[in-house]
């Protein structure tokens, strides 16, 4: 009716245009009165920390148990380091010292759950896990690993039973061993003692692991590879960003750079402060000691001006020339300068909190009162009177972050004190004093060199390392060296990385010890492999997944030295059980090595569970682990380990022995190849089936960087195999077959493939399921080997789409294949080309066992 061009149609059109416009006037009004009671409400009721921005209602302050971020790191009793990987994005996490959303480039430890901004990183809590002992503690008792926030949404408190996660705030407790939940205010509730959760069979406990590093990173001591370590902090970039900002200063705000000691200034890492421009001293003063979460009061710092002297000099400028007595004004009226330094003023005495260490007393730490005449045997001797003890081997040491030092006995302390604070404010906060009994502890540090030549002599080995030391064991062209020497151990190591011998590039990894002797009676510890260039590079992921859920000194990178690093660490683990995580390829290398040194192992026949990471996956589909990971969650992975079980699995060996001469590199000679042998645990393929196998090889050396994903990966299978399509290759007339030392005719094929599971090409059905009175019924632990032949590349992809299944041939346990040309040959994924010879296959050894779900996990 409104747009009808009558008079009534006006009059309507204009009324519902007043009314919606009056509408619209009145939500506005209503929303700004009710922005401005929740602003009001919001200050009156809402308390917000000035440091680390922590937020809490009024009501909600007496239950608030979570220390502030100045005050974290003097509640730590003994400061352990953090491992950082490299900056990424992570979604929905906080930063745990500022406690907001990190939006840009952060940081993340890889052994426990730590979320820092790139500008909060030098002042995380030194709070990391203590994963093993140093050679100093001896207790068997551990407490809940508290850290706060970034939890799910749907995390239950453990107390209460109610909600104590959040995605938009840092809230709510986690232990980071056995991984319970709590509020902040229901934490405190739980018993103190950790008995490490669900995984306690599974957790290699830390008691029991010995690793005396003290030259050697938190990196090394994780094997963490090179390629993923960060020195925060050495780069000037966020000196360069902040010099950005303060080019924008305002006119209303002052921006000034503070440096909180010496080695800020040398390193070049300053906190941006804003002040302003009226600001005094002693706001000034309180604004930088702030910007460095340092918890002390102003009074006892002071600025001084950075100059080219001022490393030199202790002079403090006082800008408004006023003394003590007198109110100070403005800081600056003037001159502007670029940047200032905290320095704590001189002090006649101090109070140091003198921590027990390791004597069993019944007291956290001693306050006492030093001044200029107190030296570290007096402290020794004030405290053992406070203590009631009479013990005359006993010596001082101080602990940081940065260093561990024993103190000299006429030392003063109060001059000690004044050196750490002059190379850093912040780092007197992370210093602690012990009084521990000065016994001589042996020193041991186990050094892993791998790539050597094998075969070689002590004295060979020795040579090539440039170092006259005992050998340990040797096997599989590396050495585990037992260094007692500190300095020693970090120059081999060093020196081990930059050495090639042969064309191959030595690596080395520092392990630790297992003190098999204290493992709990029903520990069964699980030592995990992880290749993390499989499964389009998941398994980085899963490297920092599995270091936080269990013990990191249980979890080996396989491209930092292979296996045996780990196989050496556990070789005295009475009971231990391995997972690895790779395709198939990883499977059969650390088989393989298993197979080595099984000879040295307490536990010689460990189970071996299979996470696979590969694009076929066949022995993952046989043991119902799944296609392929997937991004499941990994703590139910590891209970799916714990409640399998155990089946036995043929292992077989493959001796090549080529009888084609070829010309030898070292004097020109014809030579025929040397007998090698080669460990089979799926399939071995001759013909078509290897040959696109080396395509597909031949095709990811060259492009390396594309093949990080499954269905990439296939896809270019797929391509090799359509360009060999049209390619004709008899290789029934181009070898010959016995089975069991008898003849066997092959018809007329292009692909012959002995099969030991029943899984082919990425869960292909190459034997079939028709029954057949020739044969018996496969099994991957009946001693035999089925033998099946293809037509062709058509005919593959008819079985793999399961159309048809293979040609059987031979169903036996001892295998002669006699080649008469050169041939392709792959064994599980591993492709080359064989010259002509002999290949005897057999079963090898004992068979090894695998533990099976009791449900497929994908």
Known sequence: LCTQPTHLGRVLGLVLAVSIQFRKWFLNIFDLLWKKKSLTFLKHSCFISTVCNFMSHEKC???????????????????????????????????????????????????????????????????????????????????????????????????????????????????????ILAHASCYIIVPPECTFGRLRNMILPPNCVRLVSRNFSKMHCFRISESLQTEPGKDSENGIQQSAEYEAATHSMLQILIFDGNDAVKRNQFRLISVPRIAKSEEVVEAALRAYYVNDDQQHYELQTFSQQTLFSDDIINRNDATEETNPGPVFREAVPEAWI??????????????????????????????????????IKEVLRLLGRQVSNIKLISISLFQRMVLDDQEMILSRLRDIRKTSIRQMNQTRFYIVENNKSVVRVNLFVGGLPPQLSAEEYTNILKDDLAIKSKSNSAVVLEMSCFSEAERIYMLAKDTTVNDKQLTAAVIPEVLHTKLPQNCCPLLVFVNPKSGGLKGRDLLYSFRKLLNPHQVFELTNGGPLPGFHTFSQVPYFRVLVCGGDGTVGWVLGALEEIRHMLVCSEPSVAILPLGTGNDLGRVLRWGAGYSG????????????????????????????????????????????????????????????????????????????????????????????RINHTRNLHKEIKLQVDQHEVELPSIEGLIFINIPSWGSGADLWGSDHDNRFEKPRIDDGLLEVVGVTGVVHMGQVQSGLRSGIRIAQGAYFRVTLLKPTPVQVDGEPWIQPPGQMIISVAGPKVSLPRPLAFLH
């Open 61 to 179: 302050l007496k239950h608030v148990k979570i220390p502030c971020s100045c005050i974290a790191s003097s509640l730590v009793r003994i400061p352990v380091a953090h491992c950082f990987g490299p900056p990424g994005h992570y979604k929905r996490k906080f930063c745990t010292v500022c406690r907001k959303q990190l939006e840009s480039l952060a940081f993340r430890c890889e052994v426990c759950e730590l979320h820092v901004h790139t500008d909060c990183l030098p002042f995380a809590c030194s709070d990391c896990r203590q994963c093993h002992q140093d050679g100093h503690q001896d207790h068997d008792t551990y407490h809940h690993h508290w850290r706060e926030g970034n939890l799910s949404s749907s995390a239950r408190c453990e107390v209460c039973k109610k909600t104590c996660g959040s995605s938009e705030v840092l809230s709510g407790m986690r232990c980071e061993w056995c991984g």
């Open 342 to 379: 905290i320095r704590a003023k001189s002090k006649d005495h101090e109070v140091i909190r003198i921590y027990p260490g390791w004597l069993k007393v019944g007291m956290a730490y001693i306050s006492l009162r030093i001044d200029k005449e107190s030296t570290t045997q007096t402290v």
């Open 632 to 723: 499941e969650d990994p703590y139910s992975i590891l209970i799916s380990i714990d409640e399998a079980d155990d089946v036995l699995m043929d292992r077989w060996t493959i001796l090549l022995d080529a009888q084609e001469a070829v010309e030898s590199a070292e004097n020109g000679i014809l030579e025929p190849d040397p007998p090698k042998i080669v460990q089979m645990n799926n399939y071995c393929g001759l013909g078509i089936d290897a040959e696109l196998s080396l395509g597909f090889h031949h095709a990811r050396e060259e492009e390396p960087g594309k093949f990080n994903s499954r269905f990439h990966n296939k896809g270019v299978y797929v391509k090799v195999g359509l360009q």
